[in-house]
């Protein structure tokens, strides 16, 4: 149980598009999702944390406007980078926790998505 | 605030060989701790987990102790196989508190 899905894997686009990234808990009810940024060979950078039916919390650093969050259900949460840039191409992380994050629950992780803007 | 510091990379070894990856701590109170694995070109999977002091996480074959008055939660695994070349990162997490990861360990085990 607790399989996170994250589509697309992979995505190319020129510069200026934007750029709609999908996190799905599969099997369980997904009260918060976070997303992540991963740069090559570094951990993971916390941009957001969301929770189904509010605005997500964006960390210090992480443009609110640039980096659009939904989480409309218990199951999806979307991230849409918008007018894209070469800067913003890195592999971004969903994550999952079934309790709100309150609890020490462990977060599952979707399998990332490579964003690759030319 | 609260910080994980993992030993530094890149760690090669040699299949059938004995793994230990360090991982220290710092909380303000009593967080759990947790072992993430990433496998090149995907996400991060949770490998081991503990949840309070003396608590032993296990899982394929690795094994983490959660040490409190070390502040140390090491990775070990008695023979490593080609299989477990990935990324380890090393987080723990406060009540709601975010998750707050090591830098990562890259380990690479050769055939």
């Known amino acids: 149980g607790a399989v996170v899905s994250q589509h697309p894997s992979w995505v190319i686009c020129k510069s200026g598009t934007s750029v709609k990234i999908e996190c799905r808990s599969l099997?369980?009810?997904?009260?918060?999702m976070f997303w992540y940024r991963q740069f090559p060979k570094q951990s993971l950078m916390l941009m957001a944390t969301?929770?189904?039916?509010?605005?997500?919390?964006?960390e210090q650093g992480v443009e609110k406007d640039k980096f659009l969050i939904n989480h409309a259900s218990l199951t999806l949460s979307t991230l849409t980078v918008t007018s894209a840039h070469p800067e913003d191409s890195s592999f971004y992380i969903c994550?999952?926790?079934?309790?709100?994050?309150?609890?020490?629950?462990?977060?599952?992780f979707g399998d990332g998505t490579r964003l690759s803007i030319l | 605030g609260n910080s994980v510091t993992q030993m530094e990379g890149p760690v090669t070894l040699s299949e059938e060989a004995f793994l230990t990856i360090n991982c220290t701590y710092t909380?303000?109170?009593?967080?759990?701790l947790f072992w993430y694995v990433q496998y090149p070109g995907e996400g991060l999977q949770l490998l081991l987990k503990?949840?309070?002091?003396?608590d032993k996480g296990s899982n394929k074959g690795f094994e983490a102790t959660y040490r409190k008055e070390t502040t140390s939660f090491h990775l070990e695994k008695g023979s490593v196989q080609v299989s477990d070349s990935a990324v380890y990162f090393c987080?723990?997490?406060?009540?709601?508190?975010?998750?707050?990861f090591g830098q990562g360990t890259r380990l690479t085990i050769n055939p």
């Open positions: 987080a723990l997490k406060e009540g709601a508190q975010k998750l707050v």
């Open positions: 969301s929770n189904e039916g509010s605005k997500a919390t964006y």
């Open positions: 909380a303000t109170g009593y967080p759990s």
């Open positions: 099997d369980f009810q997904a009260t918060t």
């Open positions: 503990a949840t309070k002091a003396d």
């Open positions: 994550s999952a926790s079934r309790e709100g994050g309150v609890s020490n629950q462990p977060q599952h």
